[in-house]
């Protein structure tokens, strides 16, 4: 019931596609989903997160979508460029711990 | 937010030593996190530290194997003993500002 699961594991795109990332959960006492931005050598970085009481946010060409009832969420990431390849990690918080996703590598293609 | 720095950025260790990783915050923090990140993988909890009282561990990790200090509310301290090559990940220390977790940039350690 504590689990995430990411995918893909890995994704490869071309420069201005659109990259989608895809999680699921289990457990509905989670209440804040937030997406993190790792490239190599960094610690992760916040991207983007969302509440369960709204289906959508975008920020820049950065979007979450929610489904609730099935207990899922998105990333996806518009008009993707090389400098986006890194990789991302979904999370979970239930009370103020964070479960991860396994990760998704992205790799833009110039 | 918060600005995290941590010491060493990465070091090379031999088997059966011992590494004190420090992590600093910018600001006052009631909670800290420890996690591990072995490579090419997910962040694992290691355990919650609170200023004042005994670390949290997760399980599967001991406060034998990971002691961890934290002395006052801009520092902790998380030490890797008796070390093995399964040791060799990267350690991350963040704090939560809300519900928000900012990380550190971590420790990449290599056991030999």
């Known amino acids: 019931q504590q689990q995430v699961k990411q995918s893909p594991q890995s994704l490869i795109v071309q420069k201005g596609g659109i990259s989608i990332i895809n999680c699921a959960y289990e457990?509905?006492?989670?209440?804040?989903f937030p997406w993190y931005q790792q490239f190599p050598g960094k610690g992760p970085a916040l991207l983007i997160a969302?509440?369960?009481?709204?289906s959508e946010k975008k920020e820049g060409r950065f979007t979450i979508s929610f489904n609730k009832s099935a207990k899922q969420f998105s990333l996806h990431i518009m008009d993707s460029q090389p400098g986006d390849s890194a990789t991302y990690f979904c999370?979970?918080?239930?009370?103020?711990?964070?479960?991860f996703g396994t990760g998704t590598r992205l790799k833009v293609l110039a | 937010s918060a600005v995290i720095s941590q010491k060493p950025s990465r070091d090379i260790c031999q088997r059966g030593t011992s590494l004190t990783i420090q992590c600093q915050v910018d600001?006052?923090?009631?909670?800290m996190f420890w996690y591990r990140q072995q490579p090419g993988q997910s962040l694992t909890l290691i355990a919650t530290?609170?200023?004042?009282?005994?670390?949290?561990?997760e399980s599967g990790f001991v406060i034998d194997k990971f002691p961890i200090s934290r002395p006052n509310l801009t520092f902790s301290t998380l030490t890797v003993s008796n070390m093995s090559p399964e040791d060799s990940s990267i350690y991350l220390c963040?704090?939560?500002?809300?519900?928000?977790?900012?990380f550190g940039p971590g420790t990449r350690l290599t056991v030999l």
């Open positions: 963040s704090v939560p500002i809300t519900d928000t977790q900012y």
């Open positions: 457990n509905t006492a989670f209440d804040y």
């Open positions: 999370a979970a918080q239930g009370t103020y711990k964070y479960i």
């Open positions: 530290a609170n200023q004042g009282s005994e670390a949290t561990y």
């Open positions: 969302i509440r369960p009481d709204v």
């Open positions: 600001s006052q923090v009631t909670m």
